[in-house]
């Protein structure tokens, strides 16, 4: 009977002991309520951590090139070829309004000037790549600026002005580019080769946004995902 009541008597001992060191509901909530916590401060401590615009001038992104033409990073394509276009249309048309004034003396002395002494080793009548000159730096300059067929448009303005840096070229040479300085400030070659590196530029990677070639595609595209899921 004694051994009997001592063992019960250590069960409730054994028992108290255990409980006393078991976590309770109360000290799980209080718990759970400090990692709650710690967490909110570890995100508002990433969210202080985040880049500010400062950042990304300064910081390693300074040295990213940008991958994607998308986005905010075609921004810039828009006034570059909306602008180049618009400046490209009126060397088109020089004796006139439109291209091709045959006859006038602004036609004739580039086909006298130009095309004859540097070009002459071309197929045809200087007249007619003179014409093909303007109908190119023409239209191609309109077609531009609208973002309509802007990569055939882009390589026709291109061969222009390649064109047009193999004249100078042949006719001043480089004028001690890149130290020397001319009496003009620029080189004879500087601002069609600036040309044709945007030209190049279109040509590789198209027309942009706010462009009729976008709106074409984007038609086009549904068009195709439709026939696809049909």
Avoid at 55 to 74: A, E, Y
Wanted: proline letters at 6%.
């Amino acid at each position: 009977m004694r051994i009997n009541s001592i063992f019960c008597f250590a069960l409730a001992i054994s028992a108290s002991f255990v409980h006393s060191f078991a976590p309770s509901s109360s000290h799980q909530a209080t718990r759970s309520n400090i990692g709650h916590k710690r967490f909110t401060a570890l995100s508002m401590a990433d969210e202080a951590k985040k880049e500010t615009t400062w950042d990304r001038i300064t910081g390693p992104k300074l040295f990213k090139t940008v991958t994607n033409w998308q986005g905010i990073h075609s921004v810039p394509l828009v006034p570059l070829r909306i602008m180049t276009g618009l400046l490209m249309i009126h060397h088109g048309s020089e004796g006139g309004t439109f291209p091709a004034n045959f006859g006038t003396p602004e036609f004739q002395g580039f086909v006298d000037y130009i095309m004859k002494p540097y070009f002459g080793f071309l197929p045809g009548s200087p007249e007619s790549w003179s014409a093909i000159h303007d109908y190119a730096e023409f239209y191609g300059g309109i077609f531009l600026a609208l973002g309509f067929l802007t990569r055939p448009a882009s390589l026709s303005l291109l061969v222009t002005m390649v064109s047009a840096v193999y004249f100078h070229l042949s006719a001043v040479g480089l004028q001690g580019f890149p130290l020397g300085h001319v009496s003009n400030y620029s080189y004879d070659f500087e601002e069609p080769m600036l040309y044709a590196l945007i030209f190049l530029t279109f040509w590789f990677n198209g027309a942009g946004p706010l462009s009729v070639d976008s709106i074409i595609y984007k038609q086009i595209s549904q068009e195709e995902v439709a026939g696809e899921r049909k």
